[in-house]
DNA sequence: CAGTGGTCTAGACCACCTC
DNA sequence: AGGTGGTCTAGACCACTGA
């Protein structure tokens, strides 16, 4: 237990390996949560435990927890503890959905699954998800409505060995988020994404699905997802009809 | 100097203006970025000076400073000092252009004002920037290439008063980042901004000076952006041309 | 060398939640 | 009443910078 904490005395400051306690601490809570010993949803041990527990001040402890807390990781709620952050939570669900209705507020989200069926990856996917080419993968279609109007068309690509019996029918009994079907049902917490944007022309299958012109201007979105140590778990492509919605970003 | 402790005190917990000590104290630190007292790229007080100034312990002035470094609003440098945020400071230049490569790295920035004139403001110019139906404001159309290839046509609107002597030719000498010549020039300094993305079709000008097929899909990206106090500052359409780039964003 | 931010500790008191 | 996170303090020592 006090090994971690030699290696902050002078004589192993200079140590390649040298990272600062509060730091260390947050890999212990982070192996935590990957292990599952935590999951999403769940209390954490208070700062007062994890001090003792790790044998430091709780100053280093809160530390640790504030970064965390920072990048959504875990949640604070002064007066009950220090909780798993979950998808589950409908607060924080259009984190990884930035649409916004350009007039009014956005309504009745229904999530649509169209087909769903394995296959083996492709080069692209394999890349792309770090899998061996020909590695068991998943692939979704499915269509997100804003009351009357269709929205997004996604294809999303996962890797088939970490959700073994996804089905149409297990699509269809999950509810609007997927994230929460996947963190729920195969404990896979999705924690971090990349996003690359363009304009494409519209093709025959999304005209028909998002009810545009064939070849009118769609918004392309192609998402990377990764779950804990920076692990990809989930490629999506998304057609984003931008008549009556925009993207929503904050820059700061 | 003690008046704001004491609202800290027991007797006060419960006043309705009351807000943690460090949130004081950042109020305290952003009134002087407001008023010009530490202008961008200064050094502000040592720590220990603000928290001797302010009437309260070191600890609780690094609490402060803490959060305005995370928002972007400071710099720390350990052994030097903590710094007023700058857009001169070219590591934070693609903080506010969310474009990348497809292939490769992005290079050999160039910005090519087009035109710059003044007008007075229509409605809808007026209602994003807060200002009055008519009053003065400065348009300017601008190209940015990267390398051989035409990325970005942008039509910035900006509030005249707020740059006085802002014409073609102070463009033309300002340098490619806009941000740092309204910084360096004017004093107004962006440090947030909201963006709005659609898919749209090219129109004969966009298409023209990004050289692609007049039709053909554009990215179009709205941005509000604002100065200190949420005060908005500059409205900006920008054309981008994603056939060899694209809008690159992070989901955390 | 002196001054800055960075880390770590120990302890006090507060606000919030639950029992 | 007892536990949790939230705020604030005081003091120690370290790492980095520049004169």
């Known amino acids: 237990m006090l090994k971690f904490i030699s290696m902050n005395k002078p004589s192993a400051m200079h140590s390649p390996t040298f990272s600062p306690l509060y730091q260390q601490i947050r890999g212990l809570i982070t192996r935590g949560l990957e292990s599952g010993e935590w999951g999403p949803g769940d209390v954490i041990p208070s700062e007062s435990d994890l001090a003792a527990r790790f044998g ?15 990048e959504n990781l875990l949640v604070r709620r002064q007066g009950k503890g220090t909780f798993v952050a979950t998808h589950n939570d409908p607060r924080s669900f259009f984190r990884f959905l930035r649409l916004a209705a350009n007039e009014g507020e956005l309504k009745s989200l229904k999530s649509i699954p169209l087909e769903c069926w394995r296959a083996k990856a492709g080069t692209d996917v394999a890349r792309t998800l770090a899998l061996e080419p020909g590695a068991p993968i998943i692939i979704i279609r499915r269509l997100l409505r804003f009351g009357d109007h269709p929205a997004v068309f996604d294809e999303i690509y996962l890797p088939g060995e970490l959700f073994p019996d996804l089905t149409m029918d297990v699509l269809k009994s999950g509810g609007t988020s997927l994230y929460s079907l996947f963190e729920n049902r195969y404990g896979v917490r999705m924690i971090r994404a990349d996003e690359r944007l363009r304009a ?44 009556d919605f925009h993207y929503h970003n904050e820059l700061g």
């Open 56 to 70: 430091v001040s709780q100053g280093t402890v809160r530390k640790a927890i504030d970064e965390m807390a920072a």
């Open 200 to 243: 494409v022309a519209a093709d025959r299958v999304s005209s028909d699905l998002l009810d545009v012109a064939e070849g009118s201007p769609l918004l392309l979105v192609e998402r990377v997802t990764f779950t804990y140590a920076n692990k990809p778990v989930e490629w999506r492509r998304g057609f984003y009809s931008t008549h």
